[in-house]
């Protein structure tokens, strides 16, 4: 089972059939998703338990290609235009590949030194791209982690007593305020710390998708008038359902000003800072005591790798305690900086930093700061033609790369659905005040004009 020599030739093979599968799609040779109910999908997974082996090396290759690659959403395929998950760098999914054999538990130092050399080092690099001249973070396994670690932070550090310790019914009851466009995994993490969902209170948004300033100031009002303890703001930069980024300068301003953490949920649209054309649009991302930011987004990486970045490093120390003599040894404050699982819900964990290291290694910030600029101008492009188009609405112009539209003619759902199920386009749909619309993400760099006319054919086809 540990055998070197099959491994290098299964490991030909593989490769000899990834690679095939992504020629096929980047060319957009084939459907995006060879659609299936899942219903039907399940019938062929009730095997028994196999006590003994039921698949050749050989069979197992061809399962992998003709049960496995040909059921998935094919990522790469031009007219993926679905979810805020990226076409990952094939280099990028070589490090995972490493990462995966090497197992680098990554607790503490010792289970990954290079691993742990260069979690820091991308997240420096991350830091700086924000403006910050020191920082200090961890790499989480997705968004969600990232913020319920950020929220954990700032709630330890403002709720003004121990509540690591002490739980949160010492005090006043905690709020945090954030856009009614905010990711769920907000409202999630304030269940999880025992805070209950109330607690996150919905500031409005304008007609683009921000957060009002001064629904912002009249809710921190209430909260107070309310004997609550409001203790942070969460402001979005590409929020899910529409992409629009708040006004992150005016909410760190008044974050600071009545001594409020700011936490700004960049997992989608952090990644605007790689590109000198769009960095303006996040002005203020700076006064952030906290910054999510997904890789697995528009860094192009393969799920799953998030970033949960500290302005003040010692913050970062400030969402978990425990003690751990069987992995904490407590040496010096500074030698055990290194060990990681200080900062982090995990405790083994994968290497996430190389995938990172190896695309900013390779590509520089230009590069994959031009995958941004290329699916911004795409969103644009197809904004414009719905723009022209007299039978189609546009909700509003795209702040990032996500395009929400209607057909006027039919129902939105239908639409979405014979899309999926045809295979020609994968889309998806959201619900903003009880109106539905038809939700483009363009994360491809590949997806040309054709396929945007081509969308919009197909969508008419069907209405
Ligand atoms: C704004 C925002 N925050 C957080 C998340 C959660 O990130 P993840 O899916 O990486 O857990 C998402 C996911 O789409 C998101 O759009």
Known sequence: MFDSTEFRGAGHVIIELLADYLDKNLQGQGN?????PPQDAIKKWQQPLPTE??????????????????????????????????????????????????NQAMAVYETGPSATMLERQVLQWLGELIGWETSAGVLTSGGAQANLTALLAARQC??????????????????????????????RAAG???????????????DQGRMQTEALQATYRQCLAQDTNPLAV????????????????????????????????????????????????????????TVVWDGHKLLYMPATVSAVLFREPQNSY?????????????????????????????????????????????????????????????????????????????????????????????????????????GTFHLTQVKLDNQLWLRTTIMNPLTAESDLDALLEAIRKIG
């Open 53 to 102: 082996a039921t698949l050749t090396p050989k069979a197992f290759i061809s399962a992998l290609r003709d049960d496995i690659l040909t059921a998935t959403l094919h990522i790469h395929h031009p007219r993926n235009l679905g979810h805020q998950v990226a076409p990952p760098l094939p280099v990028a999914a070589l490090c995972d590949l490493v990462a995966a054999l090497t």
């Open 234 to 289: 969460v402001a979005t930069a590409g929020c899910t359902p529409t992409g629009s980024v708040d006004p992150l300068f005016e909410i760190g301003t008044f974050c600071h000003k009545n001594k409020l953490w700011f936490h700004v949920d960049g997992a989608h649209g952090a990644s605007a800072l790689l590109s000198s054309a769009h960095r303006q649009a996040l002005q203020g991302i700076e006064l952030a005591d």
């Open 158 to 187: 403002m709720a003004g007593w121990d509540i690591w310790q002490q739980g949160v019914s010492r005090g006043a009851p905690l709020r945090i305020l954030a856009s009614e466009h905010a990711h769920y995994s907000v409202s």
């Open 192 to 206: 999880i710390m025992g805070l209950g969902t109330d607690a996150v209170v919905k500031v409005a948004t304008d």
């Open 32 to 36: 995006v998703l060879d659609w299936q």
């Open 318 to 422: 400030a969402a978990f305690a425990q003690e751990a003599s069987y992995l904490f040894q407590g040496n010096s404050e500074e030698s055990e900086s290194y060990n990681i699982s200080y900062r982090t819900l995990e405790c083994t964990k994968r290497m996430m930093g190389l995938k990172l290291w190896a695309a900013f290694s390779l590509y520089g910030v230009e590069k994959l700061g031009g995958l941004v600029d290329q699916v911004f101008a795409t969103a644009s492009l197809l904004a414009q033609k719905l723009t022209d188009a007299p039978d189609f609405e546009l909700l509003m112009q795209p702040q990032t790369n996500i395009v929400c539209f209607r057909h006027r003619s039919a129902d939105q759902v239908s639409i979405r659905q014979a899309l999926m199920e045809s």
